[in-house]
């Protein structure tokens, strides 16, 4: 059974920082592309940043540099290293995976800052 669990997420005030992980079971994560998406209340789910099997990555323009997405793969996890976190940030964070026709996605965490 395939798991992608996210964690860190939390209550921040601006210009704080969080680090999200996605912890998978059941799927090896290098070889996905793993997206994080956010959606906040009454909009829709938007690529914040992605990492392919080759390491690549890409940003959604309102959080290049400050941003980061790397993996781990001994540990098998995907992070989200959020700096300088602004108000327009607050939304669920989902981790998702996807290879080909295979599309995994993860319960979400909740990510608030205020102002």
């Known amino acids: 059974q395939v798991q992608l669990v996210e964690s860190g997420g939390g209550l921040v005030q601006a210009g704080e920082s969080l680090r999200l992980s996605c912890a998978a079971s059941g799927i090896t994560l290098r070889v996905f592309t793993i997206g994080w998406y956010r959606q906040a209340p009454g909009k829709q789910r938007d690529l914040v940043a992605a990492i392919n099997s080759g390491g690549n990555t890409n940003y959604a323009d309102s959080v290049k540099g400050r941003f980061i997405i790397s993996r781990d793969i001994v540990k098998n996890t995907v992070y989200l290293q959020m700096n300088n976190l602004e108000p327009e940030d607050t939304a669920v964070y989902y981790c998702?995976?996807?290879?080909?026709?295979?599309?995994?996605w993860g319960q979400g965490t909740q990510v608030t800052v205020s102002s």
């Open positions: 998702n995976a996807k290879m080909l026709l295979l599309n995994y």
